[in-house]
């Protein structure tokens, strides 16, 4: 399977950039967490990769293919999905007619409903009626369903408590294992780190640390000084 890698990678908004000079690859079965302060510039890295908005300079490649001035429909035929921030359900829909939006085979809407059992019992739910948490499941699903090569996952926690964030990793581990590389963008820094191989954190608009994540949880100062941007 290819890598997805990333060089000197700059994105700007207005007068300036937001985050310079990224480097970055991401390895099949790999979860690699990105980890910083808010303002940091990691949701501006992500819809950079996916083709939401383009990069100030750098380059973006799957395998030798060069996708920086892919649009986001090319990239996503190469293999790439983005669960953006915010739980982007079609409310109307059953949780069936959401999976199915994406499914690469029937078998995968099947396989998200026995990784979520809890949306198996609401299949012929609307989207609309579920909790917070069930309809994270179905944006989540809707990405797996795709069978993606490499997802990259944009604070899927955002108005969720932490037990139900922790409900949620489980499947993105097993997502990984299956052989998907995963870029996990995460407020809850140390249970995305528990889960990831690889992390790279940001500060005010650089890396400040790229690396194994065990080093970051084994000793804490190594990522307080990251966040501050002193290491």
Known sequence: MSTLRIENLTV???????????????????ITALVGPNGAGKTS???????VIGPARGSIHIGHTDITRHSRVARARLGMAHVEQGRAVF???TVLENLRLTARTPAAVDEVLALFPELEKRRDSPAALLSGGEQQMVVLGRAFAAK???LLIDEMSLGLAPAVFTRLLPAV??????????????????????????????SSGRVTYTGAAQPLLDAPATLHAAYLGTS
């Open 45 to 51: 890295l992500l819809e950079a990769l996916s083709g």
């Open 148 to 150: 993606p090569a490499f």
């Open 12 to 30: 700007t908004r207005g007068a300036g950039p937001v985050i310079a000079d990224v480097g970055l690859t991401l390895e099949p079965g790999k």
């Open 173 to 202: 581990t097993e997502f990984a294992s299956a052989g998907a590389a995963i870029l996990l963008v995460e407020q809850f820094t140390n249970l995305a780190l528990r889960v990831a191989q690889e992390a790279l954190v940001v």
């Open 91 to 93: 409310a109307g829909l």
